[in-house]
Each structure stands twice: as C-alpha cells, then as structure tokens.
C-alpha cells in the first residue's frame, strides 16, 4: 500500500499573502490532482497533472498555481488569499484509470 | 458538459433500517461511476466503482448497479450501522484536456442513530 501526505493540515492566513500547500505520495502514481472541499459543493478540481513538469487546468484553477517538480510530489499555491475564505484543499493520486486515492486534507482559513 | 447530481444533502436515519443515496450523471462517453466515503476528518475512501450496465457491485454491505438507460448509479444498503453515518460523493470519470479526473456531486451526508 501507499500513503498520501498532505503539509500543513491547517493553514492560518491573512488577506492578500500567498500560501502553499505540499502533497507527497508513495505509490508511485504518475498522475496527482488538487481539489477544493467547501461543504454544499462536494469535491471541485483546481489543478492535475499527468506526469512530472505536466500541469492540467481544472475548473477551478483561477487564483491558483501548482508546480510538479518531481513524480512524487505536486504542491498547490494560493496567490491571493481572500478574506474569510474557508476550505478544506485534498491531494489526490491515480494511475490514471479511475481510481482516486486522497490525502486527508489541508484546512485554510484566512483572517 | 459532464455533470453529476445528487439530490438528497442530508440522510437520517435509525439504525437497521434501510438507506438507498441518489445519483445520475450526464456524459457523452462511456460511463464509469465512483462512491466515495468520507468519514469525519478522514480522507475519501473508494467505497464501490462500475463502468459494466446493470451489473451490482458490493462492497461493505453496499450495493449499486449502473443503469445507462437512466444515467443513474444509486448507493444502497439493506440494514446500516452507526459507523455508517458519514459523507458520500457519487462521481464520475470524465476527461480532460491532457487526461482524466474525476467530477464529484455535492454529497450527502448519512447520519445514523440508535
């Protein structure tokens, strides 16, 4: 089995400050994902990619950026925190045949 | 676009007694449907997953069959049990530019009681 390490599990933000979150996994997947959690809304993608240096738009990419530097790890960039703002951000990794297996989720809440 | 609803936000229910979650979707490819199962300050697990028309999948005394001539996969289970009482997203496998993710509905949440 694999594990999916997501960093940190709770981010504290201000308005405005750009913030980052980290996933790490060990299955060897070559295709990793970014969701965002708000309740009511289920699960919506912000960014995947395919293999390394690979970055794929999702639905909700505006006010993000990602980076894939290594097939191991994908990290996720909020470039302008708004205020108020709560949700909970899950990384996700497949072989890309369906399955999706997640991390148990970064919460940010900006002040 | 590719879409899935689930129409019911919030299940309670008695322990015991049976509990079916709705789910249709939209796509123009061949379907193949997902139920996760998110347990509180849990990560989403892979509950039951179908792509084959009217055949059940179980899993964890859950059942659904995937019905193509009503878009629907509808979650299932006969008897539930408090460690039941968590968060289910239906999805569904679409594709993308580049490759595949998955598109989740809004979930429901199941609560059980005594």
């Known amino acids: 089995g694999g594990i999916i390490t997501q960093t940190p599990k709770f981010l504290i933000g201000q308005e405005g400050q750009k913030l980052t979150l980290k996933c790490q996994q060990n299955f060897n997947h070559d295709t990793m994902y970014w969701y965002r959690q708000d309740s009511g809304k289920g699960l919506r993608l912000i960014y995947y990619?395919?293999?390394?240096?690979?970055?794929q738009k999702g639905d909700l990419s505006e006010g993000y950026d990602a980076s894939r530097e290594k097939k191991s790890s994908f990290s996720l960039t909020v470039t302008s925190a708004q205020k108020n703002e709560m949700a909970v951000f899950l990384c996700?990794?497949?072989?890309?045949?369906?399955?999706?297996?997640f991390g148990e989720g970064s919460k940010l809440t900006v002040l | 676009g590719d879409s899935v609803t689930q129409t019911e936000g919030l299940v309670t229910l008695t322990k015991g007694l049976p509990v079916m979650l709705n789910c249709t979707y939209q796509?123009?490819?061949?379907?193949?449907l997902f139920w996760y199962v998110q347990h509180l300050n849990e990560a989403p697990k892979l509950l039951l997953k179908s792509s084959t028309d009217n055949k059940r999948t179980e899993h964890q005394g859950f059942y659904a069959t995937l019905h193509k001539s009503s878009s629907s996969f509808h979650l299932q289970k006969s008897s539930v049990q408090l460690s039941d009482s968590a968060l289910y997203f239906c999805a569904l496998s679409a594709a993308y530019q580049g490759g595949r993710a998955l598109i989740f509905g809004t979930g429901t949440t199941v609560s059980v009681s005594p």
């Open positions: 996700a990794s497949s072989t890309g045949a369906g399955q999706l297996y």
């Open positions: 990619s395919i293999t390394e240096n690979d970055l």
């Open positions: 796509t123009t490819y061949s379907p193949f």
